[in-house]
């Protein structure tokens, strides 16, 4: 493919695009969605103040169209001539997928993996390709799916920046990372048609809808801007956040709309939504990493599925969305795992082991810190549900977040209710005796706020349920930290 044709279909591509597009200009409010003229656009976007108006916005209102101005500039960088076979599922077949089917994309062969157990690849050999570099820095093994996204959510909240870019700093080698991609173009190549691997899809046309947000182009063009600096805004972690899960398995949505700030005005955001155990979970990466520097609850947005609640603070077009939520079948077959069904997946923990006995200082919210025993299982530390229940009845701030806890005995289900109060039961927050315990895994099933949970590791040790106390308290919204200099845990409700 030579340059002329790439540049008449990228003009083709904004065509398409503007009468989608509004851009809001913050200081009066003018729409500039009519204006049809590219160059007009670009000498216009460039005037526009892109600050945060109050410091609380995720992002500014010409973050999109900024995102497309830098691919447009990387495009522009290419030799003319380059037909984009070295890349195998180059943006330049993306691309051409926009406007009719690339015969260059291998068939896949019928696959036998279920789905969470086979990557599914952006398509693009570059950004696949530092994508499993970034996964190298992230600890993932040995964990189950819910972890595995726990552990990407945080590593991205750690490591990368909303910061500006110093200009200078990149975390890839761009022309290394070219190189590099030729021969993992290969793998990528023979892991797809042998049903190894599968490609990520375009979900929006199968359900009649159009969402440019959740294109591969899209999000293969702005993530490439965050691999390399690991600087970006909320539409470049989310970006990040769905290539990441991809390799991991996790069919990930970038969602487009605005965030609703506390003044009661809004900004334009990106968020994410993903596919776990045949439910649908809402994720904001942006609004935690928000969190984090401000050293609140960086779980505050991660993996809800009230979507009433989540539209308090979120507003978007429900139509996609509301689409997946009613097929998630169609979305695994669209993909060809067999059967269209999510596999649950179980814990990865031994079935029984030896819990050595510990005591963890926890500071709660209210500023009162207390002594928590528990259990050292594998290097982890567990606690006693009830004792957790019982410390958050007592110290904890936010009558909101504290539970009642429920057991019933013939479906062997824990049953947790946030905003009642904990009746106790007897014994708790009584430090351990008698030296290390056996401990067996937990079949008890566990039920949030009217939500069945899985994925979280739970022990049974002498007749009470343990877990660990960020998944636990994590699935109640409050966070939880390590503060390494103090030698103690922290909670953010």
């Known amino acids: 493919m030579n340059m002329k044709k790439i540049l008449v279909l990228l003009l083709a591509l904004v065509m398409l695009m503007l009468p989608g597009m509004v851009l809001a200009d913050e200081e009066n409010g003018d729409d500039t969605g009519d204006m049809m003229e590219f160059l007009q656009m670009m000498e216009f976007l460039s005037q526009l103040d892109t600050e945060d108006t109050d410091g609380e916005n995720p992002g500014s209102d010409t973050e999109d169209m900024q995102a497309f101005i830098q691919f447009m500039q990387y495009l522009s960088q290419m030799e003319d001539g380059n037909t984009g076979e070295q890349d195998g599922y180059s943006f330049l077949e993306d691309l051409e997928n926009l406007v009719g ?34 996964l190298k820095e992230i600890p993932t093994a040995g964990k189950d799916a819910r972890g595995r996204i726990e552990a990407v959510y945080d590593w991205i909240i750690q490591h990368c920046s909303r910061d500006e870019w110093d200009g200078s700093t990149y975390y890839f080698d761009p022309d290394l990372v070219m190189m590099m991609a030729q021969d993992y173009n290969d793998q990528m190549q023979a892991e797809v048609r042998s049903g190894q691997a599968v490609l990520r899809r375009e979900l929006a046309g199968r359900f009649g809808l159009s969402s440019h ?30 290539v990441l899960l991809g390799h991991l398995g996790i069919d990930c949505r970038l969602i487009d709309g605005d965030f609703i700030n506390r003044d009661g005005s809004a900004a334009m955001h990106k968020w994410n939504y993903l596919l776990l155990d045949g439910a649908w979970y809402w994720c904001d990466i942006r609004m935690d990493h928000a969190n984090y520097l401000r050293g609140g609850n960086s779980r505050a947005y991660f993996m809800k599925t009230d979507t009433a609640a ?5 507003q978007w077009s429900h139509e996609y969305t ?172």
């Open 310 to 314: 989540w539209a308090k603070e979120h």
């Open 213 to 242: 947000y959740d294109s591969n182009f899209y999000v293969n063009g702005v993530s490439r801007n965050i691999m390399l600096t690991r600087t970006g805004q909320c539409h470049e972690f989310a970006a990040l956040f769905t």
């Open 322 to 493: 509301d689409q997946l939520a009613a097929h998630p079948d169609q979305v695994l077959a669209a993909y060809g795992f067999p059967g269209g069904a999510a596999v649950t997946e179980a814990p990865v923990i031994p079935a029984g082991v030896t819990a050595a006995p510990s005591t963890m200082q926890v500071l709660f919210a209210s500023g009162r810190q207390t002594a928590m025993p528990g259990y050292n299982i594998e290097g982890y530390n567990y606690f006693k549900l009830r004792d957790v229940a019982q410390a958050l009845q007592l110290y904890g701030l936010r009558e909101e977040k504290k539970f009642s806890v429920g057991w019933d005995d013939g479906a062997k289900t824990i049953t947790l209710t946030q905003g009642q109060s904990y009746s106790a039961a007897g014994g708790e927050l009584t430090p351990n005796s008698g030296g290390a315990q056996p401990a067996e895994q937990s079949s008890a099933a566990l039920i949030i706020n009217g939500q069945t949970q899985t994925g979280l590791a739970a022990y049974n040790i002498n007749g009470s349920t343990y877990f660990q106390l960020r998944d636990l308290l994590g699935a109640l919204g409050v966070g939880v930290e390590w503060n390494g200099a103090a030698n103690r845990i922290e909670l953010n409700e």
């Open 101 to 134: 089917e690339s015969e260059e994309v291998p068939p896949a062969a019928p696959l036998t993996a279920a789905y969470g157990t086979i990557p599914i690849y952006a398509g693009q050999a570059e950004i696949d390709y530092m994508a499993d570099e970034i």
